[in-house]
């Protein structure tokens, strides 16, 4: 069966890095668009980044050169590597994959992010 494994989530201090991995399972990952979308509470799941099979990458506009998403095809890994992290990023991190759009996407577990001092 397909499975997204998200890891490197965790606490984090304001203006300090993470980098989220999502390994995936399961798929022909180089033919999948991945993305990266995360939850606040409170709030709708929202898109972060994501990146086509072909490398081109699109990110939310508020987090253009603060996020940046790749993708290991070697190692069916996609990566989000996040630098001078807010508060106001703190929020669930999921993984996605999504082969068209005529096809429902699959998704990670999330894994949760906390930035605080």
């Known amino acids: 069966q397909v499975q997204l494994v998200e890891s490197g989530g965790g606490l984090v201090q304001p203006g300090g890095s993470l980098r989220l991995s999502c390994t995936a399972s399961?798929?022909?990952?180089?033919?999948?668009?991945m993305g990266w979308y995360r939850q606040a509470p409170g709030k709708p799941r929202e898109l972060v980044a994501d990146?086509?099979?072909?490398?081109?990458?699109n990110y939310k506009d508020s987090l253009k050169g603060r996020f940046t998403i790749s993708r290991d095809n070697a190692k069916n890994t996609v990566y989000l590597q996040m630098t001078t992290l807010k508060p106001e990023d703190t929020a669930v991190y999921y993984c996605?994959?999504?082969?068209?759009?005529?096809?429902?996407?699959?998704w990670g577990q999330g894994t949760q992010v906390t930035v605080s001092s």
């Open positions: 399961g798929i022909i990952f180089s033919l999948y668009t």
């Open positions: 990146i086509t099979n072909g490398g081109n990458t």
């Open positions: 996605n994959a999504q082969v068209s759009s005529r096809w429902a996407p699959y």
